[in-house]
């Protein structure tokens, strides 16, 4: 890229510095590929002014805009970081595929019982019928577990090296950390935890913790 990439990130994050905004893995994807960014932090309020609109019409985060190209959704941008530079897509057309087919299923697959659970914790919990509903919600997130870790089966990464697609796949399961539902899948436990051991996660979680800490006085 010829112009430094710009992307957007909540300036106060409500996820308390635990690395789960969805600007992490736009940064991440920049920092496996080696490429400087800068980041415009925005209030809630600047999120849904029509000056960022015009960047992300539903009022969200994270944005990217580099060389005349402007995308907003976090599977697009790091699809788009990704072939820009060597280490997160196989060469290999076919593995390439696979690489970005992975993506999809992290994002489409994996992630809406995860969220699904999580907001129904969030806003359902006073509700005469939480109980029920919330051991229904972890059935199906186990499942979603359950066929994952079967497939990564014995293998460091879900197709050869890491890519694209572990990278987004890591992201989605770290939503669980705490949730005593990954801890009962143990090679989806390490496989996350190789991810997070990476140096470009590393960086992308210090960048974005340093937000937290900035915002909210509170240290490492």
């Known amino acids: 890229m010829d112009m430094r990439p710009v992307i957007t990130a909540f300036k106060a994050s409500p996820d308390r510095g635990r690395g789960l905004a969805r600007d992490m893995a736009v940064r991440w994807a920049l920092e496996e590929i080696g490429l400087d960014y800068d980041v415009q932090l925005l209030t809630f309020e600047e999120l849904k002014a029509s000056a960022h609109r015009a960047l992300q019409p539903f009022g969200q985060i994270p944005t990217f805009q580099a060389d005349g190209v402007a995308l907003f959704e976090s599977g697009a941008i790091v699809l788009h970081i990704a072939e820009q530079g060597p280490g997160l897509l196989p060469v290999e057309a076919a593995a390439r595929a696979r690489a970005i087919a992975w993506m999809f299923a992290a994002l489409s697959t994996v992630e809406p019982p995860i969220v699904e659970r999580s907001m129904a914790i969030l806003l359902e919990r006073e509700e005469p019928w939480f109980t029920a509903r919330q051991a229904l919600l972890d059935r199906r997130v186990r499942g979603r577990l359950a066929e994952l870790s079967a497939r990564l089966g014995d293998r460091e990464w879900l197709e050869g090296d890491f890519s694209a697609g572990d990278l987004m796949m890591v992201a989605v399961l770290r ?18 935890a190789r991810g997070e051991a990476r140096p470009a996660f590393q960086r992308a979680f210090a960048a974005q913790f340093a937000v937290f800490e900035a915002s909210e006085g509170v240290a490492p």
């Open 175 to 192: 939503r669980l950390k705490g949730a005593d539902l990954l801890e009962g899948e143990p090679r989806l436990d390490a496989y996350v």
